[in-house]
């Protein structure tokens, strides 16, 4: 069956920093998303991406991150000058349509 | 935006045990998914159900959209059902959504 996979499992960087963050959606799918979990914490969604663009974003979302679609297959997001709050797992997933999403395995982010 | 509530926030059951999960939510939906995340943090999904019941071996589910609920079911519980269940929705075009708190399950053998 196919899957969304994620790259790198884990990351760990120093404050300030910038990391990016990768996905490889499921190849037949046209919608892409990232969310975040903080340890412990309910997941929150981040932005979704649709035809080259983003479609919608959340409060969180803000000039801190991007995301990219840099080849047709890799679907990335990065945060620029990481702040220790941005410690949190990252879910990258994927769907068809507006419905039934996929979620990938997640990066471990530790920002010290 | 919409909320979501589900309860209970926790449940410890026997091995064997049945269950029922619930999540509602504020406005009406044009997508509904139930999740199980397991203890290496995976979100593994479960069902598609914005409407309608569904069934896949001892789990089923049912959501009654007019009443803006979902409900979980959980038949002869294992202890490899234990972990967080979240129920996520969505009413946007661009198929954003908002996952409840989570109901934390813990089957003991």
């Known amino acids: 069956e196919p899957e969304v996979t994620q790259t790198p499992s884990h990351q760990v960087t120093q404050m300030g920093q910038e990391v990016i963050l990768r996905c490889v959606p499921i190849?037949?799918?046209?919608?892409f998303y990232w969310y975040r979990q903080i340890l412990g914490q309910k997941v929150e969604f981040l932005v979704s991406?649709?035809?080259?663009?983003?479609?919608?974003k959340s409060e969180i979302f803000d000039d801190q991150f991007s995301v990219e679609r840099p080849d047709g297959s890799n679907f990335t997001l990065k945060i620029r000058s990481t702040k220790l709050e941005d410690s949190a797992m990252y879910f990258c997933?994927?769907?068809?349509?507006?419905?039934?999403?996929?979620f990938g395995p997640g990066t471990r982010l530790l920002v010290l | 935006g919409i909320q979501v509530e589900q309860s209970p926030p926790d449940l410890i059951l026997q091995e064997g045990a049945n269950s029922t999960l619930r999540c509602n939510f504020s406005d009406s939906v044009n997508n509904l998914q139930w999740f199980h995340q397991n203890p290496w943090g995976q979100l593994i999904n479960l069902f598609y159900?914005?409407?309608g019941t569904k069934q896949n071996g001892r789990l089923s589910a049912t959501t009654v959209a007019t009443e803006r609920y979902s409900l979980l079911y959980i038949s002869s519980s294992q202890t490899t059902d234990s972990g967080v269940y979240f129920c996520a929705v969505g009413n946007t075009n661009a198929g954003k959504s908002t996952f409840g708190d989570g109901t934390t399950l813990t089957v003991k053998p």
């Open positions: 159900i914005p409407s």
């Open positions: 190849s037949n799918h046209l919608y």
């Open positions: 991406f649709y035809n080259n663009e983003i479609s919608e």
């Open positions: 997933a994927s769907s068809e349509g507006v419905r039934t999403k996929y």
